[in-house]
């Protein structure tokens, strides 16, 4: 746990531009925007993969999903529309082994996605 990128992130040992905080949500930008609006909704929990989840997480993930919603109201896509993405394992695409919801938006988007 100690080696990774997003719970030091959270600690503020590795610098972001925090977006929103709860008391188990981390928000901030992500690095490489796809999008004019692409931020990372995490829990402060470490947990590599979605697969982790069980029922004692119901509430964390829908803390998050709450704060993706104050978040889309606050940076104005909730309007137009944004898409919540989150990869899980190889064949997704996962690069960062902790839970992370990407919210993007700011632009029309296609589906299905690449
Ligand atoms: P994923 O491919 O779903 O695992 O997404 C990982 C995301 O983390 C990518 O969109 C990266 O651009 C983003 N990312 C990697 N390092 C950082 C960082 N230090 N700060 C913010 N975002 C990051
Ligand atoms: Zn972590």
Redesign the pocket.
Known sequence: MNDC??CK?IAGE????KVYETKDVFA???????APT?I?IIPKQHLETMLELSEEHRELIGSIHIAANHIARIRGIAENGYRI???CGRD??????HI?F?LIGGRPMEWPPG
Do not use: G, K, Y
């Open positions: 990128l997003f992130i590795i610098p972001s531009q901030f930008e992500d690095t490489n925007p796809v692409h990372l993405v989150t990869n997704a695409n996962q690069t960062v082994f992370h990407h």
